[in-house]
């Protein structure tokens, strides 16, 4: 469900308009993408459960709630999976509950912008041009400062990929992988070559000694700039 208006009559109404325009009878994986701080999410759970219920959706997911708010929605309507952001660049989930959520309530976790919204893939750097129509323009890490300073994440990447034979994309990724066996990440991608470059990271493994050699380089570089701009943080972990 896009947006963030989870009104009961609402979440109704997307759920028929989305199986309608795409022509089927159900939608596997329904998602309430922004917690609405103005509607119970007890009411929501009990929305898609409702509509579960009537063979209209199959599974329940959420994007960055916080892990309060995923346990009591999974009371009411089990949830199959959370979208929430996570990378070598953003580990929340590390240290907000998430992870521990998941693994206790066997939830899966679906890492959106595992690369960094583009940095993480090497391609990348102060001088870099972002369109002023670019999404990215907005977000406090992609200012030519930020991008100067978290340089040290890609310096990491590529010192582990020359060891692998692999790119700074497919450690980033391997680097997800290796996190937890339920986790998915969704790169996003609009080029074919890009794509088969993402795939092959599901080959590319990190040993435990890797992991601890990532860990411990992780201790040393402040990540600079937030993830969003202020009004948009305020969105997530509700």
């Known amino acids: 469900m896009a947006g963030m208006d989870s009104r009961p009559e609402h979440i109704r109404q997307v759920a028929d308009a989305s199986l309608k325009r795409l022509g089927i009878d159900t939608i596997d994986l329904f998602y309430q993408h922004r917690v609405d701080p103005d509607v119970p ?3 929501v759970a009990g929305t898609v459960k409702a509509l579960i219920d009537a063979g209209k959706v199959r599974h329940f997911g959420m ?3 916080s892990a309060a708010t995923a346990r009591r929605a999974h009371a009411v309507q089990p949830i199959s999976a959370l979208q929430n952001e996570y990378s070598l660049w953003t580990r929340g989930p590390d240290t907000n509950g998430i992870l521990e959520a998941c693994e206790e309530l066997g939830i899966g976790l679906v ?4 690369l960094g919204k583009g940095f993480l893939t090497g391609a990348m750097s102060k001088d870099t041009p972002i369109g002023e129509d670019d999404f990215r323009k907005q977000l406090p890490r992609f200012t030519p400062e930020a991008m100067e300073k978290n340089q040290a994440l ?3 990447l ?6 692998k034979a692999a790119t700074p994309a ?3 990724l391997a680097w997800l992988l290796a996190q937890k066996p339920w986790i998915v990440p969704i790169p996003g991608t609009t080029k074919l070559h890009r794509l088969e470059e993402n795939i092959a990271a599901a080959n590319v ?3 435990p000694t890797d992991l601890a050699t ?3 380089a992780l201790t040393a570089i402040d990540v600079e700039g937030e993830r969003y701009p202020a009004h948009l943080m305020a969105t997530t972990g509700r």
């Not at 890492?111 to 595992?114: A, D, H, I, K, Q």
């Open 111 to 114: 890492p959106y912008s595992p």
């Open 41 to 43: 999410i007890e009411d």
């Open 158 to 163: 590529r010192r582990i990929a020359e060891a």
């Open 205 to 207: 493994e990190l040993t």
């Open 170 to 172: 497919q450690i980033a």
């Open 154 to 156: 890609i310096d990491l």
């Open 63 to 65: 994007s960055e709630p």
């Open 214 to 216: 990532i860990a411990e």
